[in-house]
DNA sequence: ATGGCGTACACCGTACGA
């Protein structure tokens, strides 16, 4: 099974970047992130017509999830549900989830965090520490293997970003690490990294001053799965080739196969 | 320190992203 996550930056504005993809990468899941679209208005039938399934949890303007499957998902759950109810961690829509083949398929878009020490961030830290009971929650209630994928708006190691960062930089502070670390201590390991070891691989380039051209990037978008299925796991790649294409996300695929 | 580039909503600029 081919599993794939994508920050496409506008579901509407990248349609017939997606359709593209999927006809030379026929992937059996799709991971979306910032949809930045409501429900109504996701352009489902294209995907549809070319038979995937769609989980779908959006909002407007801003964040939003999306799965897109060849088969029907199980179990789908949007947001982190009753472990959020006494908190604001929960309104933006950042989390859909599904289940196939005993995989759940975790769909995350970070928040950015804007700079560290902003309101934005202190959201982010405590988004991160709730992402950890809810993963903890998972782990404890369910015999599932679980893939969890997505944008994380955070570099764990120097060789995952294209120079030095000061402990100051959004995505790249100890404090974020720290949080996503205590995150992946339930036993999530980082299959890119099963592969692949040197640095200069990223998933993300600035829009300005030819960020892409000059591989001045970041690895962000992650893909963390339990360790029998990181075990059977047969590789995993960064596609940067729609990142070369017209008006691109920022963003590039990630692509594992389990 | 700032802005650089892009998207959405809607104002003809502002909020937000990473």
Redesign the pocket.
Known sequence: MKIATW?V??????EPHILKWLQANPVDVLCL??T???DVDFPRAAFEERGYHLAIYGQ????GVAILSRNPLKDVTMGFGEIAADTNLDEQKRVITGVLDNIRIVNL???????VGSE?YEYKILWLMMLQQYIQNLRATQTCELCVCG?F?IALEARDIYNKRKPTD??ASPEERKALRHVLDVRLEDVFRKFTDEEGHYS?W????GGFQNNRG?R?DHIYLTPDLYEQAKGCEIDVEPRTWE?????TPVIVEV
């Open positions: 920050n930056n506008s579901v509407r504005t990248r992130q910032e930045k679209v409501v407007k303007s801003y964040n878009y970070v928040p950015n965090g804007s700079a934005k944008d708006n959004i995505m993300w600035d829009y300005r001053r970041w962000i008006r691109p996300s920022d963003h």
